[in-house]
Antibody
Framework: QVQLVQSGAEVKKPGASVKVSCKASGHSFTDYDFSWVRQATGQGLEWMGWMNSYSGNTGYAQKFQGRVTITWDTSISTAYMELDTLTSDDTAVYYC?????????????WGQGTLVTVSS | SDELTQPPSVSVSPGQTARITCSGDALPRHYAYWYQQKPGQAPVLVIYKDNERPSGIPERFSGSSSGTTVTLTISGVQAEDEADYHCQSADSSGTRVFGRGTKLTVL
């Protein structure tokens, strides 16, 4: 089954870091790029960054530059997103999403989402 | 502006046609994508490359583009179409960007 399965919910204190995983199955991990998108409660979607394991490239939205790191482990078809120096504004559901490929901007497959709660 | 602007809400009666717009200065240079999101669920792609429909998406969903505005049209709206709809494209630097979403209410 073609799917992206993310790690479970996290509760973090302000100033801490969080690392969310996204395991791809049913398709070749290196054939696609993957992005991370977050959504605060009642808000819209916000693109954070992307990675491509075949090219080794990553890119980040300017808003998150220096605070987010996207990595991966090709051997287990898993992407990771680590966000540092958390504040309450980072409380959101974090999604990984598979790029459509062929230079397209859109996403055809999404993970189930991981709720990250930042609270003292 | 690099932002994508959507109306916060659109309401339509069952069987009618819903049109959701998305405006942005970079839209003439980049394709637009539309996602449907129901409460508690991940987004689902319903339109890609302005007007292409993925397999499995009903024919009542269509997309169009004109200048700096793209439009998602849902013909013969059904109760199950009630959801949030998000447009996505790129800004002037080519960075992916989303609109703030439109809540479609089926009256």
């Amino acid at each position: 089954q073609v799917q992206l399965v993310q790690s479970g919910a996290e509760v973090k204190k302000p100033g801490a870091s969080v690392k969310v995983s996204c395991k791809a199955s049913g398709h070749s991990f290196t054939d696609y790029d993957f992005s991370w998108v977050r959504q605060a409660t009642g808000q819209g979607l916000e693109w954070m960054g992307w990675m491509n394991s075949y090219s080794g490239n990553t890119g980040y939205a300017q808003k998150f530059q220096g605070r987010v790191t996207i990595t991966w482990d090709t051997s287990i078809s898993t992407a990771y997103m680590e966000l540092d120096t958390l504040t309450s504004d980072d409380t959101a559901v974090y999604y990984c999403a598979r790029g459509l490929g062929f230079g397209q901007l859109g996403f055809d497959l999404w993970g189930q989402g991981t709720l990250v709660t930042v609270s003292s | 502006s690099d932002e994508l602007t959507q109306p916060p809400s659109v309401s339509v009666s069952p069987g009618q046609t819903a049109r959701i717009t998305c405006s942005g200065d970079a839209l003439p240079r980049h394709y637009a994508y539309w996602y449907q999101q129901k409460p508690g669920q991940a987004p689902v792609l319903v339109i890609y490359k302005d007007n292409e429909r993925p397999s499995g998406i009903p024919e009542r969903f269509s997309g169009s583009s004109s200048g700096t505005t793209v439009t998602l049209t849902i013909s013969g709206v059904q109760a199950e179409d009630e959801a949030d709809y998000h447009c996505q494209s790129a800004d002037s630097s080519g960075t992916r960007v989303f609109g703030r979403g439109t809540k479609l209410t089926v009256l």
